[in-house]
């Protein structure tokens, strides 16, 4: 086993963060920081009047930004304590533990988010946060990390066998290139699309921000299984990938089943089928960041989402970073 590895199998010292051995690490925790933000600088003047006006927004509308709040105010929180519960403890290296203490930091603020909408929009808190529950297609979403990560959360888990590590991979997969890198996009597209046009433009803002966050927290996640498969190439079976591609595959069908639902006739000029597209899309990419077989070939049917990370506050930070940092790991703005 790896004696100098990221994970807890190693003899690193977790409390000596110099000299590093993981640059990338770094440079995410320096790219969180560059895109740091609260819900509260944006205004929400806009949307609450649009959202009071019974002729800015049609029903459809309403569903699909009603089914997004319900969906991401909870998969934020499931999200941190998976990080918090089960991955900082065997993620041992010190330069990723300060990028694990930053990302569940943007995962308040994300949850902060939801509660704002909540808050300015009058919405019933109840109504958003049980969505989880009551909306059969998201919690099926839910339900599939969270069945995916389950070992890790009996305490007698160590990741000290092939057996493990691998257990350990289903967790980061789950929620790093699934949750995070699946699951949030087509809400991301509708919401993005929606502002496009102008319609609740402070919330589409907020997205957006997220978006950028999350295509951070998506791009460690694929640095840190990445160098976890590095580092213990004997887990890396033919068997494993299968499994791994399987279910990615499963996580397709649910978002696009999510994607039918949260917007079954299709809005603003988009269908159904073009989110799909766009998931199937995401997807190959995904599957390509951890080295697995692309399996839809489909093209972006939305080239404005991959630059809509450009646009506002940072756009001198995307401009003049990510070629230097192409070079210590992976990144992914979309
Ligand atoms: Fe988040
Ligand atoms: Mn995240």
Not at 76 to 92: D, F, I, K, Q
Not at 112 to 137: A, H, K, Q, W
Not at 265 to 277: D, K, R, S
Not at 280 to 290: A, H, K, P, Q, S
Request: glycine share 4%; aromatic share 12%.
């Amino acid at each position: 086993m790896n004696k100098q590895g990221l994970l807890n199998n190693s003899t690193v010292d977790p409390n000596k963060i110099l000299p590093m051995r993981y640059l990338w690490a770094r440079q995410h925790y320096k790219n969180g920081v560059a895109n740091n933000w609260t819900p509260e600088e944006i205004s929400m003047q806009k949307d609450i009047e649009q959202w009071k006006s019974n002729k800015v927004l049609s029903e459809t509308e309403r569903h699909m930004i009603l089914w997004n709040l319900g969906f991401f105010s909870t998969a934020e929180s499931l999200t941190a304590n998976n990080l918090v519960l089960a991955v900082y403890r065997h993620v041992t290296n010190p330069e990723c533990r300060q990028y694990l203490l930053r990302q569940a930091y943007e995962e308040a603020v994300h949850t902060d988010t939801f509660i704002y909408c909540c808050d300015s929009l009058g919405l019933d808190p109840d109504e958003i946060f049980n969505m989880y529950e009551t909306i059969p297609t998201i919690k099926a979403k839910d339900d599939f990390v969270v069945k995916l990560t389950t070992s890790l959360f009996d305490p007698t888990f160590e990741t000290n066998t092939l057996e493990n590590i691998q257990k350990f991979l289903h967790d980061l997969v789950g929620y790093y290139v699934i949750m995070e890198g699946i699951f949030f996009y087509a809400g991301f597209a509708m919401m993005l699309a929606l502002r496009r046009q102008g319609k609740m433009t402070g919330i589409g803002e907020q997205f957006e921000y997220i978006m950028r966050d999350e295509s951070i927290h998506l791009a460690f996640g694929c640095d840190l299984i990445n160098t976890i498969k590095a580092e213990n190439p004997e887990i890396w079976t033919q068997a494993f990938q299968d499994e791994l591609v399987g279910l990615i595959k499963q996580a397709a069908i649910l978002e696009k089943q999510y994607a039918f639902d949260a917007c079954p006739q299709g809005v603003l000029g988009i269908n159904a089928e073009q989110f799909c597209n766009y998931v199937e899309y995401i997807v190959d990419r995904r599957l390509e960041r951890i080295d697995l077989p692309k399996q839809y070939g489909k093209e972006n049917p939305f080239p404005w989402m991959s630059q809509a990370t450009d646009l506002n506050k940072e756009k001198n930070f995307f401009e003049t970073r990510v070629t230097e940092y192409q070079t210590a790991g992976s990144l992914d703005w979309e």
